[in-house]
């Protein structure tokens, strides 16, 4: 039997230039297909432009169980060119263990800090590998390295990374121009970290077969092969699988994994997959997966959370570029919390319940979006309140194709690439993805969010014991007719109904089931007593002052709800 292979993801992630590249060459025994800047344009401009893999292997460490084995680690080189953050987001979906390279004489940068955004969504482990020693001054080394270390350990103190192990190294002593016999340093210690912290990632060979494919190239007598890891479920021999962004469905003929040929792969594993007729150039990277696993959805509905680091609002109806599973498309948000009533329900996850009402937000909710006057009254009070959970709409501006439950993440990547600020605006999950292209009209009317109205007018006059006469509530050119029969509170206590219009100014009658009480009666009857003696113009100064003093007008209080997305515009109250 052969000996068992464990393959373990490990992206190398970090700012551009801070050696990413050359610590994966210096680690990396068998470069795969993808490998060290294999674009021409990567290679002349001496950036990593997309995706690079290779792979690791060393014995397999003690706390993976009872060997022979042997322990793979598939390194996975993310660019770390600012408007590439986009596939640095795609390849770090499919990692177990990052490696935050940091150039030891710049220390934490822009990008490094969107990496560790990226890295605290997508996973669970981190090193952080101090690069570049070999440019730090000798007799200054070890202390410049040691400040630096203390400066992460800070840095990442309030992260879930907090603690994780540091390592220094030089990649590639004198630089990319240095002669190749010119040994790095530090990395077999970095290895033996890297195997310390590797673990047995959880994967399942049930589900839907869903890989995520970053390189496509064909072989002469052989067919197209695809490279890519497996996200989800497995594949054999045999298997069809299908590319749903061409609607194409191919059979498997052969599989390598490094270069070794085998019969089947499952999840995590990374895996070239050779089929026929199929011209390459069609898909450079993308998803394939089971035979219409997938869909290709207009619009979703997530769960979601702010991340911390962006400043400012998420405000609805702004547009953001959304990342779903390897594409990235723009998209227009609306977000939602639960009714005010169940705030603090606990969450749901991965599902969504289309049962319940949700309330419209002008804006996500976070301690700092809360406005200051609200804050005011509730410093007092104590804490603001916010929903434990919140949810928004996406509506994107083309189609894409993802699975249900992926990763979904928001960001503003037209952002100055130079100013000091993080892009990543949100992440979440998606529960409910909308196939439908006309989801406006056979999707949304089911999704109950509401926005609360109130609307305040005055009593003008009474016209009896149980009605009043009212203004100011509406326009002039409202329909009156479709508020007949809503409830109103008047600011003196009672409750009545509309009743309907009464003249052309807007004006409209109300009725007082119960009766006005004597107080408003006298209230109201005194006003428009003044009012008419002030029309006769002989009214004093004393007159004046108690006016002031007594006849408060009583206002009406219409509160009602109404769906967004009701074609009606009912008005609803509880």
């Not at 990442?156 to 590639?172: D, Y």
């Not at 009254?377 to 249900?404: H, I, M, R, S, Y």
């Not at 006309?438 to 009474?462: A, C, I, M, S, W």
Request: some cysteine; charged content about 25%; hydrophobic content about 35%.
């Amino acid at each position: 039997m052969a000996a068992r292979v464990l393959n373990v993801n490990v992206g190398v992630l970090g700012h551009i230039d801070s050696g990413k590249t050359a610590l994966a060459r210096a680690l990396s025994t068998t470069g795969s297909t993808a490998a060290f800047d294999r674009a021409p344009q990567s290679r002349a401009r001496g950036i990593t432009l997309d995706l690079g893999f290779s792979c690791l292997r060393t014995e397999l460490p003690p706390q993976l169980g009872p060997g022979p084995g042997e322990l793979q680690l598939t390194l996975v080189d993310c660019p770390g060119h600012a408007s590439l953050i986009r596939t640095i987001i795609g390849g770090a979906q499919i990692i177990d263990l990052m490696m935050l390279v940091i150039d030891v004489t710049k220390g934490m940068q822009t990008q490094s800090a969107e990496c560790l955004v990226i890295g605290q969504i997508a996973c669970q482990k981190m090193v952080v590998v101090l690069n570049k020693i070999d440019l730090l001054p000798e007799g200054k080394r070890q202390s410049a390295i040691e400040k630096m270390t203390k400066k992460m350990q800070k840095t990442l103190e309030n992260t879930k990374f907090s603690g994780c192990p540091i390592v220094a190294v030089a990649a590639k002593p004198g630089g990319p121009e240095a002669p190749e016999s010119e040994n790095p340093q530090g990395i077999s210690e970095l290895i033996e970290v890297l195997k310390s912290q590797a673990y047995l990632p959880s994967r399942d060979p049930s589900g839907h077969f869903l890989m995520a494919v970053d390189h496509c190239f064909s072989i002469k007598g052989q067919g197209t092969v695809m490279t890519g890891t497996i996200l989800s479920g497995s594949v054999s021999l045999g298997d069809n699988v299908e590319i749903p962004a061409l609607k194409v469905t191919k059979k498997v003929k052969s599989m390598q994994m490094f270069h070794t040929p085998v019969t089947y792969a499952m999840q995590g594993d990374r895996v070239g997959v050779c089929v026929t007729q199929f011209d390459p150039k069609l898909l450079e990277r993308g998803l394939i997966c089971t035979p219409d696993s997938l869909h290709t959805i207009h619009a979703a509905i997530i769960s979601l959370k702010k991340i911390q680091y962006f400043r400012g609002a998420l405000q609805t109806k702004a547009k953001f570029h959304i990342t779903v599973g390897h594409e990235t498309v723009m998209g227009r948000v609306m977000f939602f919390s639960p009714a005010p009533a169940n705030f603090n329900e606990e969450v749901q996850e991965n599902v969504f319940d289309f049962e319940k009402d949700y309330l419209y937000q002008e804006q996500y909710l976070s301690k700092d979006s809360v406005s200051s006057e609200e804050n005011k009254e509730n410093d007092q009070a104590g804490e603001v309140q916010l929903p434990k959970q919140q949810w928004a709409l996406l509506e994107f501006e083309k189609p894409v194709t993802c699975p249900k439950l992926c990763l979904v993440i928001g960001s503003k990547l037209d952002t100055d690439i130079h100013a000091n600020t993080c892009r990543l605006a949100f992440h979440g999950v998606l529960l409910q993805g909308m196939e439908d292209k006309n989801y406006t009209e056979t999707f949304l009317p089911k999704l109950k969010v509401y926005k609360q109205k109130h609307k305040e007018g005055q009593v003008e006059r009474v016209m009896d014991d149980y009605s009043v006469i009212g203004r100011s509530l509406f326009k002039k050119e409202t329909n009156i007719q479709i508020f007949v029969g809503l409830k109103v509170k008047l600011s003196t206590g009672e409750d009545g109904i509309i009743d309907g219009g009464f003249g052309q100014s807007g004006k409209f009658k109300i009725r007082i089931p119960d009766g006005l009480k004597p107080d408003t009666k006298m209230l109201l009857t005194a006003a428009s007593k003044k009012k008419s003696k002030g029309g006769k113009g002989d009214m004093t100064k004393e007159d004046e002052s108690s006016k002031n003093d007594s006849a408060q007008p009583v206002t009406i209080s219409l509160i009602f709800k109404r769906y967004v997305f009701d074609t009606q515009k009912k008005m609803i109250q509880s």
